[in-house]
């Protein structure tokens, strides 16, 4: 995502649609949010990851995942690392995979 589009409601908007009741619309969502970099990546933008983390949709789980490795930086806060060691224990197998490569 381009700097100048990342204004506050941009980013407002895309966590409000990590609570949509449709996965795939959580999914993309994350997926915005991952491209996020710099002054984007808010501590709420990082516990809007972290929460979906715990999605009962195993590939919103994976979105999340995906989105926290590749962010680094100030992302990598201790809940962070604790969230993504706790994906290690996943009931679902990509979710594990997912975890280790990040």
């Known amino acids: 995502m381009r700097g100048s589009a990342v204004t506050p409601?941009?980013?407002k908007?895309?966590?409000?649609a990590l609570g949509d009741k449709e996965y795939s619309v959580?999914?993309?969502?994350?997926?915005?949010l991952a491209k996020m970099r710099g002054s984007a990546v808010t501590p709420d933008v990082v516990k809007g990851?972290?929460?979906?983390?715990?999605?009962?949709e195993y590939?919103?789980?994976?979105?999340?995942?995906e989105a926290l490795a590749?962010?680094?930086g100030s992302a990598v806060t201790p809940d962070v690392?604790?969230?993504?060691?706790?994906?290690?224990?996943?009931?679902?197998y990509s979710v594990r995979n997912h975890a280790i490569e990040a």
């Open 9 to 11: 409601d941009v980013v």
């Open 13 to 16: 908007g895309l966590l409000a």
């Open 26 to 32: 959580r999914n993309h969502a994350i997926e915005a």
């Open 49 to 56: 990851l972290l929460a979906a983390l715990g999605d009962k």
């Open 59 to 65: 590939s919103v789980r994976n979105h999340a995942i």
């Open 70 to 72: 590749k962010m680094r």
């Open 81 to 92: 690392v604790k969230g993504l060691l706790a994906a290690l224990g996943d009931k679902e």
